[in-house]
């Protein structure tokens, strides 16, 4: 299982005007192995491998001192970066979901370095501070408040620059907790009015998020003249306030999502429609249906730290069915009572947060009991166990 750690980075002036240089040659080398494959396509009808890539970046650096002077391992995270997305289009294509081609990167907008080989050597502790060296790279100092893992193998550093700070991910492989008895179970219903509602009747109200000072950078943005430096100001001003109020949403989610597993041992959420089929026109359905998919990955993430299982099944009809008898009752959104001929008179949501509950029982129920490896089953209707792979700490 691999933890992520995102930690706050510390770099002198210097130190950011170099990172910035590497981020433009890491532009470039995109963008020419972008060409190289297009090109390489179109004469052979053959595509280029990550490894036929690695090759030509090692003559590369042979012939230019420049690349040759910073560490291969910064460069072949870009030839990831290729083969990664060439991968996602093609995948998406044989998926027939909609697909963008690969795009040529604008040196001005590269802000991110991954290295996925050989990293462990990179970060050394310095007295009391944690440094990463790479060749090539200014000196970096990783600020963390928590404990990083002290036998864990890391497999991964992110380098990101955002309008507010430098940040560094470390990405840690650490032993996959064993999962507890079950119980303690919860579905969870989202609302459009109510975040949540749980089978247990607890709510969560929305949060609505305070526009006033985004739309007034964002009316200073369109008042500058296109291409000055007051622009370009004020489009940072705003870039922040953006990261500041996405902070302040991921932070809560973080908090929720971190109660939820604290309180329940067998979680059970609606699964979300795929993006080709939100285009319905509802708006606020598929604003939510982000902040729903943003919490579940939280939650997956959480999940699977602390050994509790999270189940996804189809939500549809769970706002009909009566939990109690089964009868289809019919109602329409502003009916906010659910009443059964059985008698059973129970909030909508509640009722709605209880079928999930049901439904995720007798998708993994029977298994669960004999089995612990939950992550591999997978139910032949497309239930699928929800099966997290990275974990996100944020410090
Ligand atoms: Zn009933």
Known sequence: MIKTYKCRAKLSCSGHEALSRVFGMCATLYNACLEERIDYYKKTGKSRSYYDQCKALTEVRADDPEYADISVQVFRG?????????????????????????????????????????????????GDKLVLRIKGLPRIEVKTKRELPPNA????????????????????????????????????????????????????????????????????????????????????????????????????????????????DFIVVEKLKTKNMLRNGNLARSIQEQTWGKFITLLNEKAES??????????????????????????????RVHRCNCGLVLDRDVNAAINILHRGISVAGGRLKQSRMVGRMRDKQGVALARPRTVEVTV
């Open 78 to 126: 870009v030839v990831g970066r290729i083969d990664k997305a060439y991968k996602l289009f093609f995948q998406k294509m044989g998926a027939k979901e909609k697909a963008g081609f690969p795009r040529f990167k604008s040196s001005r907008r590269w802000r991110t370095i991954e290295i996925n080989d050989q990293c462990w050597q990179m970060l050394k502790r310095q």
């Open 153 to 264: 193998l890391l497999k991964a550093i992110r380098i990101t620059k955002k309008p507010l700070r430098t940040e560094v991910a470390l990405s840690y492989e650490v032993p996959v907790p064993e999962t507890k008895p079950l119980n303690n179970p919860v579905g969870i219903d989202m609302g459009i009015s109510k975040r949540l509602t749980t089978s247990n009747g607890e709510t969560v109200e929305k949060r609505e998020i305070d526009r006033k000072e985004l739309k007034r950078l964002q009316r200073s943005v369109s008042r500058k003249k296109k291409g000055s430096n007051n622009r370009k100001k004020a489009v940072l001003l705003l870039g922040k306030e953006w990261q500041r109020v996405a902070d302040k949403e991921r932070d809560y989610l973080h908090r929720l999502s971190a109660e939820i597993v604290k309180m329940y």
């Open 306 to 335: 602390a050994g509790v299982i999270v189940v996804a099944v189809n939500p549809e009809g769970t706002s009909q069915e009566c939990s109690s008898c089964g009868a289809v009752v019919k109602k329409d959104l502003s009916t």
